[in-house]
Structures are given as structure tokens and as C-alpha cells.
């Protein structure tokens, strides 16, 4: 069983950075491609960034590409998300997603097997 814990939420001023992380703490999720959702409240759960099990494979929804950086070290069972240049309009809860066979569906979320609890990040204006 893949268990997801993500880290590195908070506040921030905007124009401030943050940098989420994602681990495994069950099962390694190698072979597992891993993505960031956001959910700003009365809204729906949307992608952010996701990347391949290799790591070659890299999205970003357009509204944080320039801004976002993706990058896992599956040595260390992590996903990582850096997180620039922060827009008020960025404020959410971020959760990590791990799905089997995402191919380069990554926006459709029902294809990610696992969850994490999701991290509040709140950009100040």
C-alpha cells in the first residue's frame, strides 16, 4: 500500500516561495507516476504539475508553468514541488496523488490510486 504524506505548506507573502514534498511512507511508489492537485474552497480539485515514474515525462497546468518546478528522487521516495513567484490566486490545499496507470492522462484524477491529507499553502497579497 502506497501512504502519501506531504509537507512544506504555510503562508507566504506574494512574490515568496515554498517548496512541497511528497513521500511514500508504505510501499515505494517507483513505478507509480505522481502528481499535485489543488482545491481552493467551493471549487474543484484541479492538476498543478505531475511527473512520470521515470521522470521524463513532466505537466504542468498552464496557469504555474515558468513559475513551478516538479522533480521526484525515487532513491528517497520523494516527489518534490517548488513553488515560485506565488500568486494570492495560488492559495489552496495541495495534495500529492500516485496512480499506476496515469499514462499521459494526467488530469484526470480518477486515475490516481492514492492520496495524501493535502497541505494548506496560503498566499498573502
Known amino acids: 500500500q502506497v501512504q502519501l504524506v506531504e509537507s512544506g505548506g504555510g503562508l507566504v507573502q506574494a512574490g515568496g516561495s515554498l517548496r512541497l514534498s511528497c513521500a511514500s511512507s508504505?510501499?515505494?511508489?517507483?513505478?507509480?507516476?505522481v502528481a499535485w492537485f489543488r482545491q481552493a474552497p467551493g471549487k474543484e480539485r484541479d492538476i498543478v504539475a505531475a511527473?512520470?515514474?521515470?521522470?521524463?515525462?513532466?505537466y504542468y497546468t498552464d496557469s504555474v508553468k515558468g513559475r513551478y518546478t516538479i522533480s521526484r528522487d525515487n532513491a528517497k521516495n520523494t516527489v518534490n514541488l517548488q513553488m515560485n513567484s506565488l500568486k494570492p490566486e495560488d492559495t489552496s490545499v495541495y495534495y500529492c496523488?500516485?496512480?499506476?496507470?496515469?499514462?499521459?492522462?494526467?488530469?484526470?484524477?480518477?486515475?490516481?490510486?492514492?492520496w495524501g491529507q493535502g497541505t494548506q499553502v496560503t498566499v498573502s497579497s
Open positions: 496523488a500516485a496512480g499506476g496507470s496515469v499514462g499521459t492522462r494526467y488530469n484526470e484524477a480518477f486515475r490516481y490510486n492514492f
Open positions: 508504505g510501499r515505494a511508489f517507483t513505478g507509480y507516476t
Open positions: 511527473i512520470s515514474p521515470s521522470g521524463g515525462g513532466i
